[in-house]
């Protein structure tokens, strides 16, 4: 990982992360950063939990259909990455 980043999740209604992520640490803390997150994720947990645990891989037609929601989905695919499971 280059530097800091700071990813944005809103899960649901009701789940809101933030996680501030680092070469040598990871952060995590419920709800909104204070400014804007280098990368959002907006979708459902069920949608987070299937990517996170490789079920699901997103591709343009989960974006294109709001399924997930980002303004930058190749760094989710850093964060995804940063926490590669062997």
């Not at 952060?27 to 990368?39: Q, R, T």
Request: hydrophobic fraction near 40%; include cysteine; charge should be positive.
């Amino acid at each position: 990982m280059p530097g800091p980043r700071t990813f944005y999740f809103s899960l649901d209604d009701d789940e809101k992360w933030t996680v501030v992520l680092d070469k040598d640490k990871c952060v995590v803390k419920a709800g909104k950063p204070a400014e804007d997150a280098d990368c959002f994720f907006k979708s459902s947990k069920q949608m987070f939990l299937d990517v996170w645990n490789g079920k699901h891989a997103p591709g343009m037609k989960d974006f294109m259909t709001g399924a997930i929601k980002s303004n930058n989905p190749l760094m989710l695919k850093e964060f995804v990455g940063a926490f590669k499971k062997d």
